[in-house]
């Protein structure tokens, strides 16, 4: 069973930079995309950005230019690399293990979440 675990969050100020890790442990083949998604209180979890096996990524356009995604497959780990950082309430962050290709060519659509990060801005 895939369990991705995320760490790295915590109180940053307004301006800063933060790098979030999320470690994707129990697969027993490739994960084809290792996103993050964001939750504000109240409100839906939304994607933040994502990226594949080959590194091919996608990035919300809110984010673009202010956030890197990034992983090492070999670690079955994916990163975020957020700077710039501006104030905002709470959010905690997601890691997202999405479909599982396996040696024998079966492939599971199945998305494995984490428990999740907090993330915090201050003025």
């Known amino acids: 069973q895939v369990q991705p675990v995320e760490s790295g969050g915590g109180l940053v100020q307004a301006g800063g930079s933060l790098r979030l890790s999320c470690a994707a442990s129990g697969s027993i083949g490739s994960i084809i995309t290792m996103g993050w998604y964001r939750q504000a209180p109240g409100k839906q979890r939304e994607l933040v950005a994502s990226i594949t096996t080959g590194d091919s990524t996608n990035y919300a356009d809110p984010v673009k230019g202010r956030i890197t995604i990034s992983r090492d497959n070999g670690k079955n780990t994916v990163y975020l690399q957020m700077g710039s950082l501006k104030p905002e309430k709470t959010d905690v962050y997601y890691c997202?293990?999405?479909?599982?290709?396996?040696?024998?060519?079966?492939?599971?659509?199945?998305?494995?979440w984490g428990q999740g990060t907090q993330v915090t801005v201050s003025s």
């Open positions: 997202d293990a999405d479909g599982i290709q396996y040696p024998s060519g079966c492939r599971s659509n199945r998305a494995y």
